[in-house]
């Protein structure tokens, strides 16, 4: 299994500023993924972490909006650019232990944009 | 592509009455599923999941789900449902070799009556 803590849990921030949310890992894992869940909605990929190479980006999410960074095979950052109240969601840190196996997630940061 | 569909998007159950969430998959592979349940302002915790084998599998607080292949369905089912049961369930496919990559149904809500 795999504990993440993710921080902040929560924030409050100004449209247009940037918030950066940190993913960390209570051990080495390959794969990093970070998800968004709109308000009322499900979960939707936005991009996978790789550890010593860029993040790969799902479909309708791009790196100058939500660049992401991974230093090491514990640690992630996903940083939400330039927001605006349709950012407001709850951002997901997601981890594998191994291929084909089950996820872990962590708790999740609240993001509200005002 | 791949896709997850849960036709319920909200369920209302009397305590002690059983309970069957539906759900089903589009995968092109032998898919690896799961069901995630999220409690308000809470991350998700795996209930259980299916990798190979019995198709019937047993998971946590008493809930089991069942893999057809011929419906490529994985319906969720608890027998007798308790109050603190009410929360989105969540169906999930994983993507093979992927290393953990999920691609999530719509969630069901899930009611509890007295």
């Known amino acids: 299994s795999a504990v993440i803590s993710q921080k902040p849990s929560r924030d409050i921030c100004q449209r247009g500023t940037s918030l950066t949310i940190q993913c960390q890992v209570d051990?080495?894992?390959?794969?990093m993924f970070w998800y968004r869940q709109q308000p009322g909605q499900s979960l939707t990929l936005i991009a996978t972490?790789?550890?010593?190479?860029?993040?790969?980006?799902e479909s309708g999410f791009v790196i100058d909006k939500f660049p992401i960074s991974r230093p090491n095979l514990t640690f992630s950052t996903l940083t939400v650019s330039n927001m605006s109240p349709e950012d407001s969601s709850i951002y997901l840190c997601?981890?594998?232990?191994?291929?084909?196996?089950?996820?872990?997630f962590g708790q999740g940061t609240r993001l509200t944009v005002v | 592509a791949q896709s997850v569909t849960q036709p319920d998007i909200h369920i209302t159950v009397s305590e002690g009455a059983s309970l069957e969430l539906r759900c089903n998959y589009s995968?092109?592979?032998?898919?690896?599923l799961f069901w995630y349940v999220q409690s308000p302002g809470q991350g998700l915790q795996l209930l259980l999941k299916?990798?190979?084998?019995?198709?019937l599998v047993q998971g946590i607080k008493g809930f089991e789900a069942e893999f057809k292949r011929s419906q490529s369905s994985f319906n969720l089912r608890k027998p007798s449902v308790h109050w603190s049961d009410a929360a989105e369930y969540f169906c999930?496919?994983?993507?093979?070799?992927?290393?953990?990559?999920?691609?999530f149904g719509q969630g069901t809500e899930l009611s509890v009556k007295p």
């Open positions: 997601s981890v594998a232990v191994g291929t084909n196996t089950e996820a872990f």
């Open positions: 051990s080495q894992v390959t794969m």
């Open positions: 972490a790789n550890q010593g190479s860029e993040a790969t980006y």
């Open positions: 995968y092109g592979a032998t898919p690896y």
């Open positions: 299916y990798f190979s084998g019995d198709t």
């Open positions: 999930a496919v994983g993507l093979y070799n992927q290393g953990g990559k999920l691609i």
